[in-house]
């Protein structure tokens, strides 16, 4: 098959899920609650009342779940640890059960040539650190590096790739402002100070791995999308400025540049704190990462992590506050089922914005994807055409953000399975492989064939 687009030789292809998306039983063998088992078991957070109780049964099925990755010819794997298995209290003992788990699964793909990539925290806080006041209290950067530690010793020489948080952003604005995800805070104070102890955490954790002697590469996975203002008055000018600024420069303006975006103390007001410079200092990333050379002072981010779903049309709405504007669905565009724009060119223009901006660091697409209303099965295979040209359209426009000299060095679908999407629980499905928790039968669809061809042609 003569690929249009060819990736690099030892372009990294992967699938990405995550703990409480889809292993089941969150408290077996002495693992402790997060604050998700807790939040999807409190009435009227999550659609249909689902919780993570079962999701994919992928804690006991990872075996055979191993196997069907390996038939897709997966390079690599992308999948998260929860902290509370690990750690049931979030600090002290460990747990050697939950912990044996993910050596388990680490062994299992490595015997399948799949290489992991560990994200350590994708959202499910220990509710004992919860109830010490979790990601607001200033000891939880602490308490995420002693965490790191426990993984990076365990695991750290079969791991070749880390990923510290998943979507900071996701974490604070759903989780702390305007309350739709775990912990379900709405706080314009609390925010922006869980917000920066999610970066000094990130930070801590990096020189953790560091002092430990880490020998691979370690980054942070944030959820970007491009603002365009709906049209080109002044106020969307201005209102596409500030959502670009609090969606996808709050992050990495102070791993990169070592400051926040002023828009925000702006958009937050009284609300804003003052940070302290040695903080700033601590989190920020310098240019040359171990990849680039010398250590820095930083905190040395090895890579980025782009989780890349769609762009943001934005028009100015003084009601919308505190931003002052709103995201609006353009009218006739193709939308998934979750009601976000079909909008591939938004994935090159991150790529080259992040290139652009932040000195081209290495990157990884580490999550892409969508969920629409698949059919059921036809003769034992899902036919997904909405999600194969999804794919297919956002591997092109990877590409070309490569060919315009982005170092972008792998790509993970989002996902790997259909599995539980937080507040809308399992009425959203994300995955190259169709399961329902009922019968959790694995199914393929068109799309997992599709992609298996793409990485046997390194193309697409
Ligand atoms: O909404 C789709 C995905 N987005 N990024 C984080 C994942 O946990 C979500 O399922
Ligand atoms: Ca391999």
Redesign the pocket.
Known sequence: MTSEAAFPANFLWGAAT?AY?IEGQPLADGAGPSIWHRFAHTPGRVANGDTGDLACDHYRRFEEDVALMADLGLGAYRFSVAWGRVLPEGRGSVNAKGLDFYRRLVDALLERGIAPMITLY??DLPAALHDRGGWLNPDSPAWFADYAQVLFRALDDRVPLWVTI??PW?VTVPGYLDGELAPGHRDPFEAPRVAHHLLLAHAEAVAAYRSLGGRHRIGLAV?LEPQHPASPTPENQAAARRRDAFINRWFLDPLYLGRYPAELATIFGAAWPEFADADLARIRSTSDSVLGGSLGTGCATDFIGV?Y?SRGLVRADPNTQPLGAIRISPENAPRTT?GWEVYPPGLTETLLWIKEHYGNPPTYIT?N?A?FDDPPPADGLVPDPERVDYLRAHLRAAHAALEQGADLRGYFV??LFD?F??AQGYS?R?GLIRVDPPNQARILKASARFYQNVIRANGV
């Open positions: 995550s998306q994708h959202w998943n979507e996701v959820n989780n779903y979750m999550e994807g969920a989002w996902s599995n999407e937080w959203q994300f």
